[in-house]
């Protein structure tokens, strides 16, 4: 999502824009995005991706379908290999995104994006008045399941056979707002087609639910990041307000960096993180009496 949104403001300034994806957006995982601005009925998260891709090429940006294994810099130039081919670059964004950890749950990955959440900021709203199960035991569990009672009054939590590890301010909130504790091990997720129906015990009690939003954790892939020297922090990418790195011409945007991980929000880092590439490029051409000259060639000849 950030790099096609960098891509086109990059395109649209004149650069020579290369997209190198392995096609594994997060945003593919999302029937129906409610929260993107513009799309007031919803829009899937492919059908998304799918404008994005289209209005990026429009703009003059290329595409390829490669992962990248391998990074680094020689000079000012970036080296990079990926499972098909090398490429060289003299900037480089890195928006490669995070994986959020699916509950170890059997039978639940049908349910993943219907029933099955990561994200209350993005799926809240659709779950309002509902019975929904927060998986975890420790603080985020706590705090996500106490900001789900804004969204249903009906909210309890499972631990999966993990004892709660939240602090003891949380533990007192839990009790105070009457949060359920279900402590015991969950043998499977019992499903109709994506509908979570409810969660089965390994002791043979079931648990009836219609969502479940999940605490385990994201990976963020950050290795590429990693090496090509840039400071990385609890996982994240760190990045200045202008999304620089620290690396010289090295940018990170979206949920890699320390973004709340948010379609729009990923997208608005891409035009931040494309602006100032091409203020640096701009820049690092001036000093170098190096401008491109081509449009008033262009003019002159006609
Ligand atoms: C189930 C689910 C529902 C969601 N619903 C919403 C929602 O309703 N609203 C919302 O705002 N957000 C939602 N999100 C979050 C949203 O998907 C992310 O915020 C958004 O996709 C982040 O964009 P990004 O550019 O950081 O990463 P991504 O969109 O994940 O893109 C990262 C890209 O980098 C590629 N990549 C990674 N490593 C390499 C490599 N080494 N070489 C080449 N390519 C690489 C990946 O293949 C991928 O295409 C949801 C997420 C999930 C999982």
Redesign the pocket.
């Known amino acids: 999502?950030?790099?096609l949104s960098a891509a086109i403001y990059l395109g649209r300034a004149q650069r020579l824009t290369l997209i190198?994806?392995?096609?594994?957006?997060?945003?593919t995982?999302?029937p129906e995005?409610?929260?993107?601005l513009g799309f007031p009925k919803g829009i899937s998260?492919k059908s998304l991706l799918a404008r994005g891709r289209e209005q990026a090429r429009r703009s003059g940006a290329h595409f390829t379908a490669?992962?990248?294994?391998e990074a680094g810099k020689r000079k000012t130039v970036f080296d990079l290999r990926?499972r098909k081919r090398r490429y060289r670059a003299s900037s480089l964004m890195l928006?490669?995104?995070?994986f959020?950890l699916p509950p170890d749950i059997n039978g639940v990955k049908a349910c993943?994006?219907h029933s099955m959440?990561?994200?209350k900021?993005?799926?809240g709203a659709r779950v309002r008045g509902k019975r929904i199960a927060i998986y975890g035991a420790n603080d985020e569990t706590a705090d996500y399941a106490l900001g789900m009672l804004m969204y249903s009054s009906r909210v309890c939590v499972v631990t999966d056979g993990r004892a709660p590890r939240w602090s003891k301010a949380r533990a007192r909130w839990i009790r105070e707002y009457r949060l359920p504790v279900y402590p015991k091990q969950i043998k499977r997720a019992v499903c109709r087609g994506c509908d979570i129906q409810s969660l089965r015990f390994s002791d043979g009690t079931e648990l009836s639910l219609e969502a479940l939003f999940t605490t385990r954790g994201d990976v963020y892939?950050n290795?590429?990041a990693k090496m090509l020297g840039a400071k990385v922090a609890g996982g994240e990418v760190v990045v200045d307000a202008d999304m620089r790195t620290g690396v010289e011409g090295l940018y990170a945007?979206?949920?890699?960096t320390p973004?709340n991980?948010?379609?729009?929000?990923?997208a608005g880092q891409?035009a931040t993180a494309a602006q100032t590439i091409n203020r640096d490029l701009f820049r690092k051409s001036l000093a170098l009496h190096a401008l491109r000259r081509d449009c008033d060639a262009a003019r002159d000849r006609d």
Request: hydrophobic share 45%.
């Open positions: 999502m950030a790099g190198i994806d392995s096609g594994k957006s997060m945003a995982w999302e995005v409610q929260n993107y998260g490669d992962e990248i294994v990926g928006a490669t995104g995070i959020h993943l994006g959440f990561f994200c900021d993005c799926d892939h290795k590429l945007a979206g949920c890699v973004a991980c948010q379609m729009i929000i990923a891409g």
